[in-house]
Nanobody
């Protein structure tokens, strides 16, 4: 019922920034934890960050902490991932999804996946 659409990906040089958006249809956006994952070729889908339904609690994987910021605007049914100081190892397709579990970092605990947006960081 609820569909998510990612946008904002692109190609940047190392040290650059991108802001990803995750737009949701439907009126239940604020009911769920929002997570961002990424997947590089040949690798499994990796947890990046999540934010609680109200926006008051955020969680990041160690490799992006201090560089990425997750946020959400429930009045706009939109989530964001601000990515600064990008590194080549950040290159991946980035996905957003919902979960009912605040601390979950497991892809199988998320649902309503978007189509993904490609982020490419060159050195």
């Amino acid at each position: 019922q609820v569909q998510l659409v990612e946008s904002g990906g692109g190609s940047v040089q190392a040290g650059g920034s991108l802001r990803l958006s995750c737009a949701a249809s439907g009126r239940t956006f604020s009911s769920y934890v929002l997570g961002w994952f990424r997947q590089a070729p040949g690798k499994e889908r990796e947890f990046v960050a999540s934010i609680s339904s109200s926006g008051g609690n955020t969680y990041y994987t160690g490799s992006v902490k201090g560089r990425f910021t997750i946020s959400r605007d429930n009045t706009k049914n939109t989530g964001y991932l601000q990515m600064n100081d990008l590194k080549p190892e950040d290159t991946a397709v980035y996905y957003c999804a919902f979960s009912s579990f605040l601390l979950s970092t497991i892809a199988s605990r998320f649902h309503s996946w978007g189509q993904g947006t490609q982020v490419t960081v060159s050195s």
